[in-house]
């Protein structure tokens, strides 16, 4: 099955400055609970790759971030929108697993043996591209979040090819156009 990465802050869940310690914290950004449920019924399996360093900095614990993931998880399955792994790099420091690295996200490929290349990585931050470059996988800039602010500073030379969008539901729409069009071009049986 087709894999699709997604950031969670930003991107799936309105970023707050304080963190998201809590579910009551948990805010969908408009239409991304939609625009995965559209890649769960276009065959996509979708995960999450988050850094929460708060639980290390000792900001929030485990038991409550995982209490906040599975709201999410309940938030998102009740628009019919089905999220497989949320995978958390909870570290302070940066670590080979820790976005700007690749770490994660090929944790996550391994996990669904999904291929690099077929795998786009949603972002809104340069972190995100530059971990999405480093695994080889295909990178989305979305301007919700701290994306608009992302493209203003500039993005690194080397992330590029970046394909940017206005949120989430513009990015699945795109791609999942992109794939109907190869198959309209592929040669028939
Ligand atoms: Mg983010």
Same mark, same amino acid.
């Given at each position: 099955?087709?894999?699709?990465?997604?950031?969670?802050?930003?991107?799936?869940?309105?970023?707050?400055?304080?963190?998201?310690?809590?579910? =009551?914290?948990?805010?969908?950004?408009?239409?991304?609970?939609?625009? $995965? =449920?559209?890649?769960? *019924?276009?065959?996509?399996?979708?995960?999450?790759?988050?850094?929460?360093?708060?639980?290390?900095?000792?900001?929030?614990?485990?038991?409550?971030?995982? =209490?906040?993931?599975?709201?999410?998880?309940?938030?998102? &399955? @009740? !628009?019919?929108?089905?999220? *497989?792994?949320?995978?958390?790099?909870?570290?302070?420091?940066?670590?080979?697993?820790?976005?700007? @690295? &690749?770490?994660?996200?090929?944790?996550?490929? %391994?996990?669904?043996?999904?291929? #690099?290349?077929?795998?786009?990585?949603?972002?809104?931050?340069?972190?995100?591209? !530059?971990? &999405?470059? +480093?695994?080889?996988?295909?990178? $989305?800039?979305?301007?919700? *979040?701290?994306?608009?602010?992302?493209?203003?500073?500039?993005?690194?030379?080397?992330?590029?090819?970046?394909?940017? +969008?206005?949120?989430?539901? =513009? %990015?699945?729409?795109?791609?999942?156009?992109?794939? #109907?069009?190869?198959?309209?071009?592929?040669?028939?049986?």
């Amino acid at each position: 099955m087709p894999l699709f990465l997604l950031d969670r802050d930003g991107v799936v869940v309105v970023n707050r400055k304080d963190n998201i310690k809590a579910p =009551a914290g948990l805010k969908l950004i408009a239409g991304a609970a939609e625009a $995965i =449920a559209r890649l769960n *019924g276009a065959g996509f399996d979708v995960a999450i790759c988050t850094n929460q360093p708060e639980v290390a900095r000792g900001a929030m614990s485990q038991a409550e971030l995982d =209490a906040v993931h599975e709201a999410l998880t309940s938030m998102l &399955a @009740a !628009k019919g929108a089905r999220i *497989g792994r949320i995978l958390c790099c909870t570290c302070e420091c940066k670590t080979p697993r820790m976005k700007p @690295a &690749a770490g994660m996200l090929r944790e996550a490929l %391994a996990t669904y043996g999904a291929r #690099a290349a077929d795998t786009p990585f949603v972002g809104d931050q340069v972190d995100d591209l !530059k971990a &999405a470059f +480093h695994a080889g996988c295909p990178r $989305i800039l979305v301007r919700t *979040g701290l994306g608009r602010r992302a493209l203003e500073d500039g993005l690194p030379q080397y992330v590029e090819p970046v394909a940017v +969008h206005d949120d989430l539901a =513009a %990015a699945v729409d795109a791609h999942l156009r992109n794939l #109907a069009g190869r198959r309209d071009i592929s040669p028939g049986p």
